[in-house]
T-cell receptor, first 117, second 114 residues
């Protein structure tokens, strides 16, 4: 069975600074996706970034980038130039892909990020 | 484009009552699922469906029933609510034919069981 671990329950960062959220996962699968979802106080789940396991290049979306270390099973999220609107709960998630897999998403327990003015 | 619509957004029940959380999507997605979110536990999969007439259990299915009679709708039924079912519930859908892996979530339903 796959597991996703987020070891930082809460983090804080000053506005305009950079912060990195950690995520590790455990799987025996070779073909999978990894995701970071953001959940602001509105409760809406918003996809931040997606990484396909077969791609060596780290995904980037504007101020958000990941450090994907497949051998170490690590998938950290870096937020550059933090903004007040980045304050949210961030979830790391795993999804098996291909080979008849359904789109079952396995979540970590989340990291609550507070951006301070 | 409405996306994934959940109703109701808030509900208070007494122990033993039954209710149905509704979920509808207008994106013609084959895959639909229900998650519950509890503090310190992330989101956990309750039930999922890969198409009309097909449902399966997730990680925490006990106390919940689902059915999928149409592509659009995937209701979640609580037959006899218990305080342990107090949670925030999310419905999510995705395409299996154009499969990027991205799930589209509803806005969530907060359920309190007294």
């Amino acid at each position: 069975a796959q597991t996703v671990t987020q070891s930082q329950p809460e983090m804080s960062v000053q506005e305009a600074e950079t912060v990195t959220l950690s995520c590790t996962y455990d799987t025996s699968e070779s073909n999978y996706y990894l995701f970071w979802y953001k959940q602001p106080p509105s409760r809406q789940m918003i996809l931040v970034i997606r990484q396909e396991a077969y791609k060596q290049q780290n995904a980037t979306e504007n101020r958000f980038s990941v450090n994907f270390q497949k051998a170490a099973k690590s998938f950290s999220l870096k937020i550059s130039d933090s903004q007040l609107g980045d304050t949210a709960m961030y979830f790391c998630a795993f999804m098996k892909h291909g080979g008849g897999a359904t789109n079952k998403l396995i979540f970590g327990t989340g990291t609550l990020l507070a951006v301070q003015p | 484009n409405a996306g994934v619509t959940q109703t109701p957004k808030f509900q208070v029940l007494k122990t033993g009552q039954s209710m149905t959380l509704q979920c509808a999507q207008d994106m013609n997605h084959e895959y639909m699922s229900w998650y519950r979110q509890d503090p310190g536990m992330g989101l956990r999969l309750i039930h999922y469906s890969v198409g009309a007439g097909i449902t399966d259990q997730g990680e925490v299915p006990n106390g919940y029933n689902v059915s999928r009679s149409t592509t659009e709708d995937f209701p979640l039924r609580l037959l006899s609510a218990a305080p342990s079912q107090t949670s925030v519930y999310f419905c999510a859908s995705s395409s299996l034919t154009v499969n990027t892996g991205e799930l589209f979530f509803g806005e969530g339903s907060r359920l309190t069981v007294l």
